[in-house]
């Protein structure tokens, strides 16, 4: 019975091949996969905008949209209707075909992203070897789309936020590859599902999930902040700022381009914290041995929201960071750090298992990190601000 | 036994011909190159050859070899083609050059391209018939490839790390100029 809670869309997809023809079932199966990865992730998509403008106006004490639907449920239908209907624009001078293409190429490479998450047991599109290698070479892609939304608007809001949004990935992107890589090391693998079968052990009845290490709990916070530059999420949503840039390198895209984008936005951060959770949550294992009886898909994309509270959360509270700050940040600061963490992984593997890979371990973070801040802070100059023009 | 006096012919790993996949991908590769050469705008020139760059990963995943592929990706089109494209945003190219986009010696270049092409092609089929015939193509690790350059690729390894810290370094220096010469 809890087996078959846990395997229920596989047993459910097994059940719908039965009515195929032997030699179509492979290529019907992949489909039926896709098909589900594409209602699921969309639906999930609408949940959140709701959960997002409800949360963000509690944290800024007021009661986001309440008039679609009880308790404005609905509003994510209201959206869509309204996108669809709106006039696509597209500027007189605007190159149009790319212009079309930047949305399509950001919602296809976000996508495919999703084909190596395993998003419970024997629950995966493809499991492949290179895995996690497949996962940061389609979220390269996606800076592509970006850089052609912005060039191809002829808007210079749009070439400024699309240039600055391209610096930013670019900058996090090696800081998320360095902090995933210790995770590579520990488990010896680049297949995801390698990967959390690792951490679905239990030592008593707590789990082995990468967190609860030292090296684990640095390399999680570390991709926390990079998955968060890589979506252009607050508070280093300096590209598409509101405020700032009017609207960043969508400024001139209306109607479904926008809610393409939009999308695609979204379903990036789906991504990126399912790839999180995999590599550092335990992916679809239980929090405690005795919960092994929940299903593994019902763990997954509950840490999966659990991580989209947190991206809300951080954007409700913390102020915007200027964008010298940030990059500023990403170099001088993080990818050290990274650095360090990759030390101290290979540190926890040859010391084995004891007191001392705990002790040392947590020490020369801590002290680094602590060294590193101080000495970062010490070199801020706190006085009128020196500038330096393009020329 | 080796088949020196056999023609070679467009066959696959197992002997059967070339599946539609690789002609697909091969004209998508192909496709993307002329562009890159062909087309007026520099910016479409550069992704286009972003389109080369994707079809080269898609041969590579064809043929099993799945960390070149996604490295290809990751490496080529995530970094190689933003670089190339932030270089024409700077330096402000967006317009055709006066000039054509063609030169005007394009037939001698034309008839040193296939002189190369010719040897080149005259190189690798000679090269191909004293190969011998494996039925299955290789499958390499991950491991495979990390054990290799660690242990077998050490040096060249080490060597490409100098040249990498030496180019970082060569930047920041070129950029650094730029702040001293500016207020």
Redesign the interface.
Known sequence: MIENADQIFVLLQAWLLSFLPAAWRPAAGVVLDVVAIICVFPALFALTTVLERKGLGRIQNRIGPNRVGPLGILQPVADGIKSLTKEDIVPLRADAVLHFLAPLVLVVAVFMSFAVLPMGRNMVLVDMDAGLLFFFAMGASTELSVFMAGWSSRNKYSLLGAMRAVAQMISYEVVLLMSSVSVVMISGSLRLTRIVEEQNQYSGIFPHWYIFTPWGLAGFLMYVVAATAETNRSPFDLPEGESELVAGYFTEYSGFKFALFFLGEYLGMFAISGLGTTLFLGGWSAPFSFLGWVPSWIWFFGKLMLSMCVFIWMRGTLPRLRQDQLMNFAWKFVLPMTLVNLMVTALWRFLGEGWEQWVFCTAILVAVYVLMGRAEMRSEHFGPRRYRYAE | MRDLGHPPVWTGKDGKPMSIAFYLVAALTVGGGLAAVMLK?T??CA?AL?VAFAGLALLFLQLDA??AG??Q??IY???V??LV??AI?LTRSQEAPRGGVFSKSWLTGLAIAAAVFAVLGWAVLQTANLLPRVSEAPVV???QIGTALMGRYVLPLEIVALLLTAALIGAVIVAMHE?EG??
């Open positions: 705008n910016v479409h992704l972003t799945q960390f996604f490295a990706i990751l089109i995530g970094a083609a933003i494209v932030f945003l690790t991950v491991q702040k500016a207020q």
